[in-house]
């Protein structure tokens, strides 16, 4: 297989089982896609694998059993490396931007310093090196008056600004892969325009690969370049978010038209009549 020069990550028939009662229940199941310095957004309803494909990626998964023909990144075969190793990807050249910073930020800890650290984690450098690294990184994610900001306890920011504060921890060591599993879902839609405007320069400023996981269509259709969609641990479908309107399968064609659209019908929205073999993706969808 012969991918383009700028891929990053190569992953190729990724798969995830939990363990139970009854032996391994599979949650992802083979799972294709290639990244480059794009947008690539992965869409589905809770419960359909969104989420741990990425913690997969990162390999935060310690419970379950994950296999892949490939998951490469950079050349290197993520799931052959060690914990040690790994450590050395995982915060540094591949990171991820969590859902809800009132959960992600040490309630105990001024969030200026947990910036810092991740820049002391994976860098030599003095704390007062790190500090002023953290300080330019809370200025490119338009927090004003960083030096103020950097002092203050999670519980004193509000839910945009500790969602900027994760951005820039998450974006302070220069990584090549950014994986944001729901960055903007607990933000309203001013805040939320905001902080994507933040991440979209910022990606194509550094040339990031960014993951975007999100249950919102019409965020991914506006903000990434291309999209999955992903229903029962599969990828059904995968397409260019320009092309969201001529999705050819009926999953994807059911979760566009249960939107509701200013200036649409009042009639009742639709509602998806799930079929079994939807489980069955389109050829070539991954």
């Known amino acids: 297989m012969v991918l383009p020069h700028d891929t990053i990550l190569d992953v190729g028939k990724l798969s995830v089982s939990y363990r ?68 050395d990807i995982r915060g540094r050249r591949m990171s991820m931007i969590l859902q809800d910073p009132k959960f992600s930020l040490n309630p105990i800890r001024r969030v200026g310093d947990q910036v810092a650290e991740a820049y002391l984690i994976h860098f030599k450098c003095s704390k007062a ?7 330019s990184m809370l200025e490119a994610v338009q927090i004003r008056d960083p030096q103020r900001v950097y002092d203050l306890y999670p519980h004193e920011v509000s839910g945009g600004m500790g969602q900027r504060i994760m951005i820039a921890m998450m974006l302070l060591t220069d990584p090549d892969v950014v ?81 509701p659209r200013i200036g649409g019908s009042r009639a009742p929205l639709s509602v998806l009549d799930r079929k079994p073999e939807w489980e069955i993706p389109l050829e070539g969808a991954a």
């Open 129 to 135: 090196e790190a500090r002023a690294k953290a300080m």
């Open 20 to 87: 139970s009662d009854t032996g391994y229940v599979d949650a992802v199941r083979n799972i294709s896609f290639s990244l480059g310095r794009e947008k690539l957004g992965i869409v589905g309803e809770s419960g359909s694998g969104k989420s741990t494909v990425g913690r997969a990626l990162l390999r935060l998964l310690p419970t379950a059993r994950i296999t892949a023909d490939r998951l490469d990144f950079q050349g290197q075969p993520l799931l052959e490396l060690s914990e040690k190793q790994m450590l």
């Open 179 to 259: 994986i944001a599993d729901e960055p903007t879902s607990a933000l309203d839609v001013t805040v939320r325009l905001q902080v994507l405007g933040i991440l979209d320069d910022l990606v194509s400023q550094r040339g990031i690969g960014l993951i975007m996981i999100s249950h919102d269509l019409n965020l991914v259709r506006n903000f990434c370049d291309r999209v999955l969609i992903m229903y029962a641990g599969q990828v059904v479908e995968s397409l260019k978010a320009s092309e969201m309107e001529s999705a050819r399968h009926p999953y994807t064609q059911g979760l566009l038209a249960a939107q």
